[in-house]
């Protein structure tokens, strides 16, 4: 069976340009979450989607936004991208999400730089 | 608002060690706790699912308890081998988020 899989693994763009990153979850698994994580605030929940629906979100400005396909499968965009927006974003995913009682499975990350 | 703290920050042993990495949250109210291994550069690995329902869990050389009611995670490792050296994180799920600790990087030497 496939993991988690993210694309691209590694970005450099430019302050204030935009950035799509991209995430394929397990099949069959209809809940994706993504996270940031940098050496200064760890590892920080973004938001999650289950079923095309944004189900949860973490506490990030408006220019973090995410969706989510009918094949599960979930993108994350960054507008106008800052310097502190350089990370890594983690995607997880997990056949009941975060309302149930089945593990989370981590993609391997974008690596984003910001110059 | 959940906080995860995780304790050591770092631990440096030699091969064949048994060892415990603590974990503690600050509320009490979750559904799991999971843990996690992190390689440099790379995504986590999940080890170890506890339901909030569960005293403990079992994987190989790995055992994880959990003490819901006063917020307490551990990880034992046995027999620890340097292909073990890696950032191990803990993670309580409650209020439909996943909240992670700082982790416990650690290094075992040959």
């Known amino acids: 069976k496939a993991g988690v899989t993210q694309t691209p693994r590694y970005l450099i763009k430019t302050r204030g340009q935009q950035v799509t990153l991209s995430c394929s979850p397990i099949s069959g698994h209809r809940s994706v979450s993504w996270y940031q994580q940098t050496p200064g605030q760890g590892l920080q929940f973004l938001f999650e989607y289950f079923s095309e629906t944004q189900r949860n979100k973490g506490n990030f400005p408006g220019r973090f936004s995410g969706r989510q396909f009918s094949n599960s499968r979930s993108e994350m965009n960054v507008s106008t991208l800052e310097l502190g927006d350089s990370a890594l974003y983690l995607c997880?995913?997990?056949?009941?999400?975060?309302?149930?009682?089945?593990?989370?499975?981590f993609g391997n990350g974008t690596r984003l730089t910001v110059t | 608002k959940q906080e995860v703290t995780q304790i050591p920050a770092a631990l440096s042993v030699p091969e064949g060690e048994n060892l415990v990495l603590n974990c503690s949250f600050t509320d009490s109210a979750i559904y799991n706790l999971q843990w996690f291994r992190q390689d440099p550069g790379k995504g986590l690995t999940s080890l170890l699912l506890i339901q909030s329902s569960q005293r403990e869990q079992t994987s190989g050389r790995l055992n994880a308890s959990l003490d819901k009611s006063s917020g307490r995670s551990t990880l034992y490792i046995a027999a620890s081998q340097p292909g073990d050296s890696a950032t191990y994180l803990c993670?309580?799920?409650?209020?439909?988020?996943?909240?992670f600790g700082g982790g416990t990087r650690l290094m075992v030497k040959p």
């Open positions: 997880a995913s997990s056949f009941t999400g975060t309302g149930g009682r089945s593990p989370l499975h």
């Open positions: 993670a309580p799920l409650g209020g439909n988020m996943l909240t």
